[in-house]
């Protein structure tokens, strides 16, 4: 096949160096959960959604590549925002240190705000709440009609459980990239197909460890 295909919609990660960009990207894009290698710089995936093309990058974490971040959000039409249910200080960072790296993302950038490992979570010891996490992506999308929006931008997920993973990135999809009622029923169809051939090749795959 000639050419390259382009990309119908650019979806950036950024967060903190180790809250889980990379796991939950994989555990969406293959379908698993295993232990990543910290990304240096970024690291580029495409995922098909019905007609569509999406491209993902993930982002390094680490404050050093901060420029490259900026560079990287060039053109972005949707923003995931990560941090780690379990360090507060990776929700803080989201407002502190990548609201100004967002503003080379489209004007009309969606930015979903996504806590991770929230598997390791206990409810007694919680420090971020649904509804500070909720606040902080409404605040981040006033540019946008949020009426538009079925709920607020805002996800708790575990790419080690494969809770919310799907959610995060058919929000994104069906906000950016709507699919006709036909295009959503044989995207449907694809991705059952998909996740059963996972499953099978999975089978007696246990005791994984934990990923950061």
């Not at 979570?121 to 009609?145: A, C, M, Q, V, W």
Request: glycine residues 6%; aromatic residues 10%; proline residues 3%.
């Amino acid at each position: 096949m000639s050419g390259k295909k382009k990309a119908d919609l650019k979806v950036i990660i950024l967060g903190d160096y180790a809250v889980g960009k990379t796991s939950l990207i994989c555990r969406y894009i293959d379908g698993k959960f295993q232990t990543q290698e910290p990304t240096v710089g970024a690291a580029f995936f495409l995922k098909q959604w019905g007609p569509y093309n999406v491209a993902v990058w993930d982002t390094a974490g680490d404050e050093r590549y901060s420029g490259l971040s900026h560079f990287y959000c060039r053109s972005a039409g949707a923003a995931i925002l990560a941090f780690d249910l379990n360090n507060p200080k990776t929700f803080e960072s989201l407002w502190a240190r990548f609201g100004s790296i967002l503003e080379a993302a489209n004007e009309d950038c969606l930015k979903i705000v996504v806590g991770t490992k929230v598997d390791l979570l206990e409810p007694e010891h919680r420090e971020i709440t649904i509804e500070e996490g909720r606040k902080l992506s409404r605040d981040l999308n006033e540019h946008i009609d949020i009426r538009k929006l079925p709920h607020d931008p805002y996800f708790e997920t575990s790419s080690l459980a494969n809770e919310n993973v799907q959610e995060v990135f058919e929000y994104i999809f069906q906000y950016c990239l709507p699919l006709s009622a036909d295009q959503k029923k044989r995207h449907r169809n694809q991705q059952k197909s998909v996740v059963d051939l996972l499953e099978n090749s999975e089978e007696g795959d246990k005791g994984k460890k934990k990923c950061c």
